[in-house]
Every structure is written in structure tokens, then in C-alpha cells.
């Protein structure tokens, strides 16, 4: 299934590095998100785009600077990141316009480690 | 903002057994309810999703139920087998400004045990 891909799926930065996480997919969806993942906590929305506008910004620490060049694309980029920031980032899409067309469809993930 | 309580965190299961998930939700206009189903390794997929204007849907040997009026919703796996081992989220949320914005529980770590 490569409906929504992820690159790079392993990441390892140090604090004062900077890096990117690229999200591309394939199914002419018209809505694109990123969501964090750590152990033990639910899956939290960061951000979302439709139509490559930003249409929600979940108080998202500056550090994280997403970026939709086209409805394909979405990119997350990371500068001076805490260890903290350690976790994997879902990157997802979904499309809207019909009534059953609402299902959010995710990537395999970035595996983030902040060292 | 919604808010998704799920339960229990942990749930140990022979094989063969019927297994519950229960979840309830905070925000009265929620209206949608997807369950997602994540392997180890692997990504989060839907299993089933559920409508506020209907109260059960089921496929196969999963069924979630809603209850609008006492805000909650559950997901059954009947006859269990070992491949149902896996994380499980519910969520809540609706369509708002052209994208899904759902609030997820924090899952429930189902083991099969052959």
C-alpha cells in the first residue's frame, strides 16, 4: 500500500540540527495533516492543510515549521529540537467534498530520536 | 475542544473470546467515530467508522455501537485470533473548515493469546 509515503521512516538529529520530514500522497486527497505520536499519549494533532492552505495550527512549538508546496505535498521542518521532540510523526491525508469520502488515511511513519 | 477517554489500556484475550473496547467523548457536536487499528511497526488503519445518525454498524466479526445520549461508543471483536493483536484507537470528531478534525483516545493494547 503506498496510498501515503513517508521519508525519511528513521531519523536521528542532535539539538542543533536541522532537518526536514516529507510526506507525499498518492490519492487525490484534498487535506493534509501531521500528527505526533508518543508512548502512552493519544495521537496529537499538529497540523493540517486543505487545499494547501493551513487551516489549523495545534499550538505547535516554532521549532516545527510545516510546509505545503502543492495538495500532494507536505514537508515538516525541525531546527533545535528538544529530546522530548523524540517520537514518530504521522503524516496523513484525507479528502472532502462527498459524503464518504472522510477517512483519514496514514503513513508509516518518521521515527524521530532527539539526541 | 473534544476530549476521548478510552478504556482499558491493556486487554488480554483467549483465543476464540469476544473482546470490548469502550470510549466516550465530550463534545456534543461530534458526529463521526472511526476506530483505527495499528500493528506494531506499522501505521494506523481504519477498521470501521460509525455516523451519529446510526447506533450500531458491524462488519463481520467487528461492531461498534454509539449512544449519543450518554456520549459514548464501543467496539466489539467477536471470535477473536491472533492477528487482532494490536493497538486500537477510537476517535471523535467532525468535519470542520474541509478536513476531518477528530480527537483520538488513547488506545487499547489488545494481546490474542493463541
Known amino acids: 500500500e503506498t496510498g501515503v509515503t513517508q521519508t525519511p521512516r528513521h531519523l536521528v538529529m542532535g539539538m542543533t540540527n536541522k532537518k526536514s520530514l516529507k510526506c507525499e500522497q498518492h490519492?487525490?486527497?484534498?487535506?493534509m495533516y501531521w500528527y505526533k505520536q508518543s508512548a502512552k499519549k493519544p495521537l496529537e494533532l499538529m497540523f493540517v492543510y486543505n487545499f494547501k492552505e493551513q487551516t489549523e495550527n495545534n499550538s505547535v512549538p516554532s521549532r516545527f515549521s510545516p510546509e505545503c508546496p502543492n495538495s500532494s505535498h507536505l514537508f515538516l521542518h525541525l531546527h533545535t529540537l528538544q529530546p522530548e521532540d523524540s517520537a514518530l510523526y504521522l503524516c496523513a491525508s484525507s479528502h472532502h467534498g462527498t459524503a464518504s469520502g472522510n477517512t483519514i488515511y496514514f503513513g508509516e511513519g518518521s521515527w524521530l530520536t532527539v539526541v | 475542544g473534544e476530549n476521548v477517554e478510552q478504556h482499558p489500556s491493556t486487554l488480554s484475550v483467549q483465543e476464540g473470546d469476544s473482546a470490548v473496547i469502550k470510549c466516550t467523548y465530550s463534545?456534543?457536536?461530534?458526529?463521526?467515530f472511526p476506530w483505527y487499528k495499528q500493528e506494531l511497526g506499522k501505521r494506523p488503519q481504519l477498521i470501521i467508522d460509525i455516523r451519529s445518525n446510526v447506533g450500531e454498524k458491524k462488519d463481520q466479526r467487528i461492531a461498534v455501537t454509539l449512544n449519543k445520549t450518554a456520549k459514548h461508543f464501543s467496539l466489539h471483536i467477536t471470535e477473536t485470533q491472533p492477528e487482532d493483536s494490536a493497538v486500537y484507537f477510537c476517535?471523535?470528531?467532525?468535519?470542520?473548515?474541509?478536513?476531518?478534525?477528530?480527537?483520538f483516545g488513547t488506545g487499547t493494547k489488545l494481546q490474542v493469546i493463541p
Open positions: 490519492l487525490g486527497h484534498n487535506a
Open positions: 476517535a471523535a470528531g467532525e468535519n470542520s473548515g474541509g478536513y476531518q478534525k477528530v480527537t
Open positions: 463534545d456534543s457536536a461530534s458526529n463521526y
